[in-house]
């Protein structure tokens, strides 16, 4: 089966910085996105990794290791308005996104 | 402001009722999606359309009927609704199926009583 793992909660101090990982099997894959969704708000789009290795953007990274069937999004400088619920997705082999849970990242200052 | 816009924002409605979501996309894109969001669940994808054709029905319940009139409109008519189907309803598009950047609506909060 087709599956998508993320922790369900982190929390994280303001300035600092903090990683969250995804594990993932999905029936061929064409790729992993994560996306950030605001509490009462739509999913944005934040990075896209189809290539082993690191994608930087900003105080945000994501990381992808095909072999091992995971990645992760890392975040520095973190800002309250970083608080969110982050969004793991693997697009499979019929370009279709497979979801996982979501994690909500708690931000103290 | 993702170039998706979705109403009503918010809707409740009694079990017998019948009502329609609807999403707008100003984009250009050829696919639009619609999910559904419960809480501390993944994103559920129900209905997947492409250039007007609808290409994925995850066996969605027949009391949810998606229709496509062009590729910038997409509805979803509600029938008969269960109080389980209470959830965040998002519809998204994106450029094709292969290049798959999602932009997702603000999303219809739905209440069955």
């Known amino acids: 089966g087709q599956n998508i793992d993320q922790p369900t909660e982190m929390t994280a101090t303001e300035g600092a910085i903090v990683q969250i990982n995804c594990t993932y099997q999905t029936s061929g894959f064409n790729g992993l996105f994560w996306y950030q969704q605001h509490a009462g708000e739509a999913p944005t789009f934040l990075s896209y990794?189809?290539l082993d290795g690191l994608e930087e953007k900003g105080r945000f990274s994501s990381f992808l290791s095909r072999s091992k069937g995971y990645s992760y999004l890392l975040l520095k400088e973190l800002q309250m308005k970083d608080s969110a619920s982050y969004l793991c997705?693997?697009?499979?082999?019929?370009?279709?996104?497979?979801w996982g849970a979501g994690t909500k990242l708690i931000i103290k200052p | 402001e993702t170039g998706v816009t979705q109403t009503p924002r918010h809707l409740v409605m009694g079990m017998t009722n019948k009502k329609s979501l609807k999403c707008e996309q100003h984009l250009g894109h050829n696919a639009m999606y619609w999910y559904k969001q419960s809480a501390k669940k993944p994103l559920e994808l129900m209905f997947v359309y492409s250039l007007e054709e609808r290409v994925e029905n995850n066996s969605v319940p027949s009391r949810f009927s998606p229709e496509c009139p062009n590729s910038s409109h997409l509805f979803l008519h509600l029938h008969t609704l269960q109080p389980e189907d209470s959830a965040l309803y998002l519809c998204?598009?994106?450029?094709?199926?292969?290049?798959?950047?999602?932009?997702f609506g603000p999303g219809t909060r739905l209440t069955v009583l």
């Open positions: 990794n189809v």
């Open positions: 997705a693997c697009m499979d082999s019929n370009y279709q996104l497979i």
């Open positions: 998204a598009s994106s450029q094709d199926l292969e290049r798959n950047e999602q932009f």
